[in-house]
């Protein structure tokens, strides 16, 4: 099982304070953009709404001329999977830039619930609303930011939307899927679990009282 109190206690982040994540090459411009927003525009929408949670941003050089009181720049980590499952809330605020957002990926896989701007999520067909949910810009990204916080069960149920859409491209299910095209047979649909068939271990905490008094 992925330590989540461990990563927490790394960066003495309380175990009752909100934590988003963003990771990435930050030295990569649209990432450094990501960081400079997330400083300069989400982080203090966040703090005027009164939620005061940390945010731990992973990756190479960090650009740490945008730095925030509420920003852990990690560097490089070995045990990135362990940090992405620590967060309550991963956080994809891209301008632009190419390519599979496979940062996506990886927080749907994690499980953690994933906010995204239009262009964040460019190459990943998951639905807002269902496996993620997408911010115009970041007044609309705090708001939504808020709202997960306030309810631990649309979070778990986004996360887990996600995770179901991470299972999809798994090597067995894709394996699965050559074989058919192989075999001279239609693909069948990848099940997927029920989200009310999921057991209680697999859904995100709901957010405690103390953590609620703490944002």
């Known amino acids: 099982a992925l330590n989540q109190a461990k990563i927490r206690a790394r960066y ?13 090459t930050l030295h990569y411009w649209p990432n450094t953009v990501a960081v400079k927003r997330i400083a ?4 203090p929408r966040l703090e005027a709404k009164g939620l005061n949670g940390q945010i731990l941003i992973c990756g190479m050089n960090p650009p740490r001329y945008y730095n925030h009181p509420r ?18 809330i991963a956080v994809v605020p891209l301008e632009d830039g190419g390519g599979t957002r496979l940062k996506i990926l990886a927080y749907f896989a ?9 262009q964040g999520a460019e190459g990943i067909p998951a639905r807002d609303g269902v ?3 997408i911010s115009q810009d970041m007044p609309a990204m ?20 996600g995770l179901r859409f991470a299972e999809s491209y798994s090597w067995d299910a894709i394996a699965t899927q ?26 995100p905490k709901p957010m405690s009282e103390a953590k609620k008094a703490a944002l």
């Open 12 to 24: 003495q982040i309380p175990p009752d304070r909100a934590l988003l994540v963003f990771h990435g």
């Open 40 to 43: 300069e525009e989400l982080l």
């Open 71 to 88: 920003i852990t720049f990690t560097e490089m980590v070995q045990d990135l999977p362990e940090h992405l499952a620590a967060a309550d």
């Open 110 to 118: 994690a499980p953690v619930p994933v906010l995204s701007t239009p």
């Open 131 to 133: 496996e993620i949910l």
């Open 142 to 161: 705090a708001d939504a930011i808020a709202t997960l916080l306030a309810d631990p069960l649309k979070a778990a149920h986004i996360a887990l939307g």
């Open 178 to 203: 050559w074989m058919a095209i192989y075999e001279g047979r239609e693909p069948s649909p990848i099940p997927l679990p029920d989200i009310l068939t999921l057991s209680a271990k697999s859904m």
